[in-house]
């Protein structure tokens, strides 16, 4: 055990928490470096490990769902936090919701009691030397952004301004069609034509729908963003100033009727399969129910699948397409991983996953070993590909949902078995690709 070197994991949340377990389960000495108690972000409050700073929930519970089936997978990877999880459990109907300090609590203990792991109570201000982690989270101090920025060519972003992402196979292709402005180049781009009538009662729904509160915080650093305005701020300066921006209709034309739109709504490709597409221009800050009720008004949507909704708050995140590898490490630096939100998985269980994949493919590196690029018909396979997808250009955060899988073989109408279509498909693959490896 001597020989094995020692390794750095910066930040103390559920990716670092993960990580820092997976090396000292392999055998590795671990530092987990977490600034608290000793200095807090303006969204942490608790002393412990492993603290949730929103929402008590881990998401869906049931093996038919997307974070149903990323929970499975992550327990067949020998998981600290849903054991965790499931241990300090409270009724949530199909979700799994804990007793948020009865769960930083119990995964501290853990921690702690691990021979292998020491925390050391300090803020890091600057990149660690390999072999190590960074897990800093969406909050990421400001020395440790700066050395991040100059280490990856200033590609870390601060401000969250995501629009929403719906399915292909959800949309109504009867009224969407594909082109390009006065067809130049390829038709990249979904189009929702719009007539007057459609898109006056479009607009009123959208400048009266229920906004979601920014803290002091968010409203400080949205004044210097300009650039990442709200749809729905858009659309309160004027009943035409969408359409003389991203519904603007000037060089295309609806094939059903041959004549150019009122306005139109975009959609541009998410990923490389072409199985996600996000609203051009729809960064937005509406509450989520919103969203679906108002954006469905929009032609072609009406029965859209939305795989995530819009956000808009600080969030610090790599460019990851152009700086990490599947296995989570920067490809400048292979034994230099990150993990956790900065990477560009959006949520709780997403960042816990990544966590886990991290902690494991370093631990892998330091002994010689292939790093697991898991299957792709696998939540976190799907979510490792999307990060590092070069192809993704335009780079927002991701959670985890059934959009990012691999379509299957056979198209299943019922929403519930093809789900659970999914997740039979995405075990087995896993099962098999672990005895592989592990075998």
């Known amino acids: 055990m001597e020989n094995k070197p020692k ?33 807090y972000t303006p969204a942490h409050h608790y002393k412990g490990l492993a603290e949730l700073v929103c929402s008590n929930s881990l998401k869906a519970d049931r093996l038919a769902s997307a974070a149903g089936l990323l929970k499975a997978e992550m327990e067949r990877m020998g998981s600290l936090l849903i054991p965790c999880a499931r241990e300090v459990s409270v009724a949530a109907g199909g979700a799994l919701a804990v007793d948020r300090e009865r769960f930083s609590d119990l995964v501290t203990e853990k921690i702690t009691a691990h021979p292998l792991i020491t925390i050391c109570t300090q803020e890091v201000e600057e990149l ?9 989270g969406p909050l990421t ?43 130049r180049g390829d038709a990249d781009y979904i189009n929702c034509p719009m007539n007057k009538e459609e898109y006056l009662a479009f607009y009123e729904a959208l400048i009266h729908a229920e906004r979601a509160p920014l803290s002091e915080f968010d409203k400080e650093i949205f004044r210097v963003y300009e650039g990442c305005m709200p749809i729905e701020v858009l659309a309160s300066r004027g009943e035409d100033t969408m359409r003389f921006g991203p519904l603007k209709p000037v060089g295309l034309t609806d094939p059903r009727t041959g004549r150019r739109p009122y306005a139109v709504v975009q959609l541009r490709r998410e990923n490389s399969e072409g199985t996600l597409f996000n609203l051009v221009g729809f960064q937005t800050n509406l509450k989520f129910p919103e969203q679906k009720r108002v954006f469905s008004m929009i032609p072609g949507l009406a029965n859209a699948d939305f795989m995530r909704y819009g956000v808009m708050h600080r969030n610090s995140f790599l460019d990851s397409p152009r700086l990490l590898s ?12 990150f993990a956790g939100q900065i990477t560009g998985v959006e949520g709780y269980i997403e960042s816990a996953a990544s966590g886990i994949l991290a902690g494991r493919n370093l631990a892998r590196k330091l002994s010689g070993k292939a790093p697991l690029i898991l299957p792709r018909d696998t939540m976190m396979g799907a979510l490792a590909a999307y990060i590092s997808d070069p192809g993704v250009t335009e780079f927002q955060p991701m959670g985890c949902n059934m959009g990012i899988l691999p379509e299957l073989p056979v198209r299943i109408r019922d929403k ?6 999914y997740a039979d498909r995405a075990l087995a693959s896993l099962e098999a690709y672990l005895t592989e490896q592990e075998g």
């Open 416 to 421: 519930k078995e093809k789900y659970q279509a």
């Open 128 to 136: 660690p030397t390999a072999p190590a982690i960074v897990a800093s």
């Open 326 to 337: 599947a296995d989570y490490s920067l490809q400048s630096e292979p034994l230099l991983f």
């Open 7 to 39: 390794v750095s994991v910066i930040g103390g949340g559920l990716a670092g928490c993960e990580a820092a377990w997976q090396l000292a389960e392999a055998g590795f000495p671990v530092a987990i470096y977490e600034m608290k108690p000793q200095q």
């Open 141 to 183: 101090a400001d020395g440790l952004a700066k050395s991040i920025e100059e280490k990856c060519g200033q590609r870390l972003s601060f401000f969250d301004a995501a629009a929403p992402i719906v399915t292909y196979e959800s949309l109504d292709h009867d009224i969407t069609f594909f082109a390009s402005r006065y067809d």
